[in-house]
């Protein structure tokens, strides 16, 4: 045996035991895990879409993991402040985030001294999406979109309001879009979280936002306190099809969006610890009550995917929305 092929052969015979000690570790998580109370943290205010989402989920969890389950509202700085919590935590898959891209990978790139950045946290589960739907205070005089347009184009002194959950928030952006798109001036009010923007909707403070289609947004304005003007999808949405697809419309294609809501983990979180936690979520989103509650406000469920396949999905999805950014030229601002 040549020295070259010696040392190949003690290479080879050191690594053996790094992979046996890897795959023995990584069953020592399986096994812990877990050890303790987990914390799914929302980083909004309680009473949005996202606390909906995380407390339908809660219980089922909770079941299957075999210990308790606690719902944390972290809200502000568009959802940086409690992405930010959450990652500082040990990464042992005790501490959770329902996350979506508007705080995973749009806040960091539009809000200055965001520390963080998407490819921080692994998508555990990505359980559901929606589509948005652009609603106006219900004094307004716009009953349809071409009305809306013409509106904001005329009242150029005074530009019409739409409200976000903040800066580089997907709400933010999808109004940019609109505005740019329509060449209408808009001026954007952003907030700490869908709650707030309801509640200054219904009181008249703002004049338009874009909405999830989900938890009680739907609600609101089936009981007249906003009013729905149309759906950012090609197709109006099966639950409510009255709404107009707004990217069917002319000039308007690349309206099309959805906001997708999972379960995200520090991305230094053991494989085996992500895996348990994919299953258990997996199994929750099946639970026929669970099912019932997200659908029946306006969720489409989407089918159970592997850590591997969540990984790629998460990569696509990182770089959608940065094209997305660079589109309409978004500048990072200092936090709200």
Do not use: C
Not at 26 to 35: D, E, K, L, Y
Not at 53 to 81: D, Y
């Amino acid at each position: 045996m040549n020295a070259r092929i010696r040392i190949k052969a003690i290479v080879a015979g050191a690594a053996l035991p790094i992979v046996s000690m890897l795959a023995v570790g990584n069953a020592a998580h399986a096994q812990t895990f877990p050890s303790k109370q987990v914390s799914i943290v929302v980083p909004y205010p309680a009473g949005g879409p996202s606390d909906f989402f995380a407390r339908q989920l809660q219980p089922a969890a909770s079941q299957s993991l075999g210990v308790s389950m606690i719902v944390e509202n972290i809200g502000g700085g568009s959802g940086t402040i409690g992405v930010s919590r959450a990652l500082s935590a040990p990464a042992d898959g005790h501490t959770l985030i329902l996350g979506s891209p508007m705080e995973l990978i749009l806040a960091p790139m539009a809000i200055q001294g965001v520390r963080y950045k998407a490819e921080d946290v692994k998508l555990v589960a990505h359980i559901g999406s929606t589509n948005t739907i652009l609603a106006v205070r219900n004094t307004l005089e716009a009953s349809n979109v071409p009305e809306l347009i013409a509106l904001a184009k005329n009242s150029a002194n005074r530009p019409l309001s739409y409200g976000s959950v903040g800066n580089g928030s997907l709400y933010h952006i999808i109004g940019e879009k609109f505005s740019q798109l329509t060449r209408a001036p808009l001026t954007h009010v952003p907030y700490r979280g869908i709650a707030p923007v309801l509640t200054d909707l219904m009181g008249g403070q703002i004049d338009m936002a874009f909405l999830p289609m989900a938890g009680s947004v739907m609600q609101m304005i089936n009981d007249g306190k906003i009013r729905g003007l149309a759906v950012t999808a090609k197709q109006p949405h099966p639950l409510f099809s009255s709404y107009p697809a707004l990217a069917a419309m002319p000039g308007m294609d690349a309206m099309q969006f959805d906001i997708w809501a999972g379960i995200q983990v520090h991305k230094d979180t053991p494989d085996a610890v992500v895996q348990r936690l994919n299953q258990a979520f997996y199994a929750a989103a099946r639970n026929p009550d669970v099912r019932k509650a997200l659908e029946s406000t306006g969720n489409y469920l989407t089918p159970a995917r592997s850590p591997a396949e969540l990984a790629t999905l998460y990569k696509q999805e990182i770089d959608r929305y940065r094209a997305i950014a660079k589109s309409i030229n978004l500048q990072a601002q200092a936090a709200q």
